[in-house]
C-alpha cells in the first residue's frame, strides 16, 4: 500500500500478539508498548542522512558518519501516544518532544484538542507522531493538521495498528505523511474500534476502563 510501511520484523510481531492477548496484565502492556516502540523507532529513522565527522579513536584519527541536521521531535497523541515515548527516547535520547492533548468525542468521534505544546523550530526538524492506534485516524489528522500550523513540513506517523479506513483517511487527509505501523487489521466496527485490534490502547496501557 504506497505510503504505508508495515513493519513485519519477528521481534514486533511476537510482541504484538502478546498485547492483542485480553489476558495481559496492565504492566505487562505497557512494558510491550514501549519495547515495541524501540523497535518502530528503530525501522522509522532508518533513512536518516549522515555527514561525516572527524574524531579521534583511542587509536587514530578518522572520519566517522553521524546523523546530520537538528534533532527529532517526538510527538506523541495524549494519552496512549505517550506509551511509545520511554522506549524511543532510550534510542534517541537527544529528541525534543511535543506533546498533543486530543480526545475523542464519543458521540461524534471527532478529535477534540484540549492541549498542545512543541518546540518552536518544527520546520527544521523531522516530526515523528505517536499513536498506537490509527482507528478512524480523527485524531491523527488533526494533529498532524496542528502541526503542519506550527510550521512542521516533514512527519511520519507511526502506530501500532491501523484499520484501513483510518489509512484511507489518513492518506487522503496528509498524503504527505507517510505511516509506519505492526499491522494492518480487518475493520472499524460502529464504536470505532479496530478489529480484531487490541481494544483501547489507553485504557489498557493504564488500566482504566
Excluded at 498506537?132 to 502541526?147: E, F, K
Excluded at 498524503?175 to 472499524?188: F, G, N, Q, R
Aim: charged share 25%; glycine share 8%; aromatic share 6%.
Amino acid at each position: 500500500m504506497e505510503g504505508v510501511t508495515v513493519v513485519d520484523h519477528p521481534l514486533v510481531q511476537h510482541k504484538l500478539t502478546l498485547m492483542r492477548d485480553k489476558k495481559r496484565s496492565t504492566k505487562g502492556f505497557r512494558q510491550l508498548l514501549n519495547e515495541v516502540g524501540m523497535l518502530l523507532a528503530y525501522e522509522v529513522t532508518r533513512d536518516l542522512p549522515l555527514e561525516p565527522v572527524e574524531i579521534d579513536t583511542p587509536v587514530a584519527t578518522m572520519q566517522a558518519p553521524q546523523i546530520a541536521g537538528k534533532k527529532l521531535v517526538l510527538a506523541p497523541i495524549l494519552r496512549a501516544g505517550v506509551g511509545f515515548l520511554d522506549g524511543m527516547l532510550t534510542l534517541v535520547p537527544s529528541a525534543r518532544v511535543a506533546h498533543i492533548g486530543l480526545y475523542r468525542d464519543p458521540e461524534t468521534l471527532q478529535a477534540v484538542e484540549y492541549y498542545f505544546k512543541a518546540p518552536s523550530d518544527l520546520a527544521d526538524r523531522l516530526v515523528l507522531v505517536l499513536d498506537p492506534m490509527l482507528a478512524t485516524a480523527n485524531s491523527a489528522v488533526a494533529a498532524v493538521d496542528r502541526l503542519k500550523e506550527r510550521g512542521a513540513r516533514d512527519m511520519r506517523f507511526v502506530c501500532l495498528l491501523a484499520a484501513p479506513e483510518g489509512i484511507d483517511r489518513m492518506r487522503g487527509a496528509h498524503p504527505d505523511v507517510p505511516i509506519w505501523t505492526a499491522a494492518i487489521d480487518e475493520h472499524l466496527n460502529d464504536h470505532g474500534y479496530i478489529v480484531p485490534g487490541l481494544g483501547d490502547a489507553g485504557d489498557r496501557m493504564y488500566g482504566t476502563r
